[in-house]
């Protein structure tokens, strides 16, 4: 069966835009849950994100960005897409440069995997929010003389 519709694709692509914008820019309640709660602890959030420069605008002004990251970094607006390292120093320089054994990134698989080539600690976040909490040791503070070495100072995503 063949569907005829007079629009065109250039009639399109404003609903397309905004699908795809609405879909980048719309976040999991209980994800910002956590993400505040860290915030509230002091950690500093910087995201890394191959977003367009469309989805980036938007971003950029979403209440969620505005209030829980310190920094934003596009790749569309650097030049380098992840994984190439030189994006993830680009966060990490946003960040203050911070340790990268002491930051946590989350992102898919592979770039992850180069974040952590570069020596960051790294999360496939699946949807999982008791592992999220778990990588997020603000939340579960120890004394400052203890605090496990490895524990995420700041998060770059």
């Known amino acids: ?20 914008v609405a879909m980048w820019t719309t976040i999991d309640p209980a994800v910002v849950h956590l993400l505040r709660a860290a915030h509230c602890a002091s950690t500093r959030m910087v995201l890394l994100s191959n977003a367009l420069h469309v989805v980036a605008d938007a971003i950029d002004v979403a209440e969620w960005s505005c209030s829980l990251m310190s920094r934003i970094v596009y790749s569309a607006r650097i030049g380098i897409n992840k994984p ?10 946003a960040a203050g440069w911070p340790d990268p054994a002491r930051t946590l990134f989350d992102d898919r698989s592979e770039n992850c995997a180069a974040a952590a080539q570069l020596g960051m600690q790294t999360l496939h976040y699946t949807g999982n929010l008791a592992e999220l909490a778990h990588h997020l040791p603000q939340l579960h503070p120890a004394p400052a003389a203890v605090r496990p070495a490895g524990a995420a100072s700041s998060v770059a995503a």
């Open 1 to 20: 069966m063949m569907l005829r519709t007079d629009r065109t694709f250039g009639d399109l692509l404003p609903d397309l835009i905004a699908t795809d």
């Open 84 to 93: 190439h390292a030189k994006a993830y120093e680009a966060a990490l320089a």
